[in-house]
């Protein structure tokens, strides 16, 4: 059978995700220009949103790996389909890669890392300024990539369920359409 | 393919496009807004750190401020009296390794000590269950201002060239005519180990019971204070003072007792500037025995950031402003001063991999 849609399990995380990447973004950007009160709890909810997207990350590449996704229509262009492609790649690659990025680089500038309001996490290198470098740099700007990829992924995804009208919004869609309610599911 | 709404294809194409790109810049908007770059007079970490910066420029590799500095290694030795404010480790009966730095309080690695009127402590205490509390302490009884937003301003103050800045900034703060005032009249001493250590910020200890009580800390010498003038010290040196305590650690450890001041109901935990009363309830809570001095190039305290608020479970922060200032403000330091390491070389002898 072909799947029309992504499993429940996979939209419940999309969504989930999506809300906690996004609020996870604007939170790096916000703390790091402040000096104000708030600046703690935001770095709080930083650590431990991040461990949280990590987690979650995981399972979702897990269940994507057992589960696969629907196809791409069948005219989607070839450009298209590879901006597909690899753009999923790369999400699937930060959503990993930036909480563990941030946790490698809490651990090479020795500070205690804690996340949930006092579970103390254990350091994944050794202090070192040249990796603590490296990887701030790192965390840095792929966090503007990060955000960039995101906003392409919408305005990809509104341009499938808008212009293109081809389905592929729907196979993530939060909503059930009458008209895909497919046999199978 | 799924649903073909009837409306006409090209118009309502041509309609989502402009849709999608109002979702995308508001969203691209909203990102920017929160991220300071269309709010200028938002004060950022990177502002304060800017406003250190001395004509001649940022110390490369060093602490953006108390940039002069010795390591030193030793233990803190709680006494258990602690254990009634707060349920933290740190103060169970038992001795926990202590890392720590004296320090001068000038952007300037170089400075002559006689040249610098604040001296701090930095202090990271840990304990083995991985928790550590970390603290940066000066020797002044109080902080010249009240806000994070007035020390920028007294920052810009003293750096300004306009000669009114200074008598405007007293007229916008007031508080800070206190700290001019103990700059005169404080006498100096020849030695980091006669010098108290206050941490100035109230913080909440938090009980086994879990009430909360607002405190300030201190650290008081067990050497007594000797004064020097001003033009003494300076005669005896510029790098006197590292010389002097890694000499008066060779002869013997040095220590300190651990103050803890309770805070009165409605006592100012949210302004630093202003000290508490004299007979507020106090608790001796431990001992730090300082053993050995090392050099900041290689020594274990060049690395760590002796941010205030890395607190273990048992201590949290207070209304105090400062903290968060503080911790966000040495952040940016630290994050500069490591991705420039190179311009502060660690000597051959105790190199890092």
């Keep these: 059978m072909i799947r029309q849609r992504f499993t429940l399990l996979q939209r419940i995380l999309h969504w989930l995700m999506a809300v906690g990447m996004l609020a996870m973004l604007f939170i790096g950007v916000g703390m790091v220009s402040t000096v104000a009160p708030k600046y703690l709890p935001l770095i709080a909810i930083h650590k431990s949103l991040g461990i949280a997207i990590l987690v979650l990350a995981l399972i979702r590449l897990a269940v994507r790996l057992g589960y696969g996704a629907p196809p791409l229509p069948a005219d989607l262009p070839e450009p298209m389909r590879l901006a597909a492609y690899l753009s999923h790649y790369a999400l699937y690659a930060l959503m990993i890669g930036m909480p563990l990025i941030g946790w490698a680089m809490l651990s090479a500038a020795a500070y205690p890392v804690v996340a949930f309001g006092g579970v103390f996490l254990p350091a994944i290198l050794p202090q070192s300024d040249v990796l603590h470098t490296l990887l701030w740099n790192a965390h840095f700007y792929l966090a503007f990539a990060f955000f960039a990829l995101i906003l392409l992924h919408v305005a990809a995804a509104l341009f499938h369920l808008l212009v293109r009208r081809d389905g592929v919004f729907e196979t993530m869609g939060p909503v059930t359409q009458r008209n895909e309610l497919a046999p199978a599911e | ?353």
């Design chain 2, 1 to 353: 393919m799924p649903h073909q709404p009837p409306r006409s294809p090209r118009r309502s194409a041509f309609g989502s496009l402009v849709l999608i790109a109002v979702v995308v810049g508001v969203a691209a908007a909203a990102f920017a807004y929160t991220g300071g770059w269309l709010s200028p007079q938002r004060l950022t970490p990177d502002k304060i750190v800017q406003a250190f910066t001395p004509p001649t420029g940022p110390p490369l590799g060093h602490r953006r401020n108390h940039a002069k500095g010795v390591c030193f290694t030793g233990v803190f030795e709680a006494n258990g009296a602690g254990s009634a404010l707060s349920r933290a480790t740190v103060f169970t009966r038992g001795q926990y390794p202590a890392l720590g730095r004296f320090n001068l309080g000038t952007p300037d690695p170089n400075a002559p000590d006689a040249t610098v009127r604040v001296r701090g402590m930095g202090l990271r205490i840990s304990t083995p269950d991985g928790q550590e509390w970390r603290a940066a302490m000066i020797d002044l009884p109080f902080f010249p201002v009240s806000t994070p937003q007035g020390f920028y301003d007294l920052l810009l103050a003293s750096s300004s060239k306009d000669p009114n800045a200074m008598k405007t900034l007293v007229g916008a703060h007031p508080e800070i005519a206190a700290f001019g005032a103990w700059a005169k009249s404080a006498p100096w001493t020849g030695s980091y180990a006669e010098e108290p250590y206050n941490g100035l910020n109230a913080f909440i200890f938090i009980d086994n019971s879990g009430a909360e009580h607002a405190v300030r800390w201190s650290l008081r010498p067990a050497a007594p204070a000797v004064p020097i003038s001003n033009e003494d010290l300076a005669k005896r040196g510029p790098d006197y003072l590292e010389q002097e305590i890694a000499e008066r650690v060779r002869g013997g450890p040095l220590s300190w007792t651990m103050v803890v001041a309770v805070a009165n109901p409605g006592d100012p935990t949210a302004d630093p500037s202003k000290a508490w009363p004299e007979d507020r309830q106090t608790a001796t809570v431990g001992t730090l025995i300082v053993q050995q001095i090392q050099a900041e190039a290689d020594g274990p305290c060049r690395d760590i950031n002796f941010d205030p608020t890395v607190l273990p479970s048992g201590i949290t922060t207070s209304d105090d402003p400062f903290p968060a200032a503080r911790s966000s403000a040495y952040r940016v330091s630290y994050d500069l001063r490591t991705a420039e390491a190179k311009d502060y070389p660690r000597t051959a002898t105790g190199a890092k991999p």
